[in-house]
């Protein structure tokens, strides 16, 4: 059993928040279907509000979705 080489581990990252976004998107949509729109936009406020906080208290700089300033030259 000592002989046995022991390999790394695959790196499952991206596969799981693919799925992680494909679950979001059906749970956005049964929401939607179930209560309509505004449910949705609040709870994707919620969950928007929730993962900044985190990232700031991990000290994560986060790059903003939509580029503020200046438009383009």
């Given at each position: 059993m000592a002989d046995r080489d022991i390999r790394s581990a695959p790196d499952y990252?991206?596969?799981a928040?693919?799925?992680?976004g494909v679950n979001l998107i059906w749970i956005f949509l049964a929401i939607w279907a179930a209560f309509g729109l505004l449910p949705?936009?609040?709870?994707?406020?919620?969950?928007n509000h929730v993962?900044?906080?985190v990232a700031a208290r991990?000290?994560?700089r986060l790059s903003p979705a939509v580029p503020r300033g200046r438009g383009r030259d």
């Open positions: 990252t991206v596969p928040l693919v799925m992680m949705v936009l609040l709870l994707a406020l919620g969950l993962l900044e906080r991990r000290g994560v």
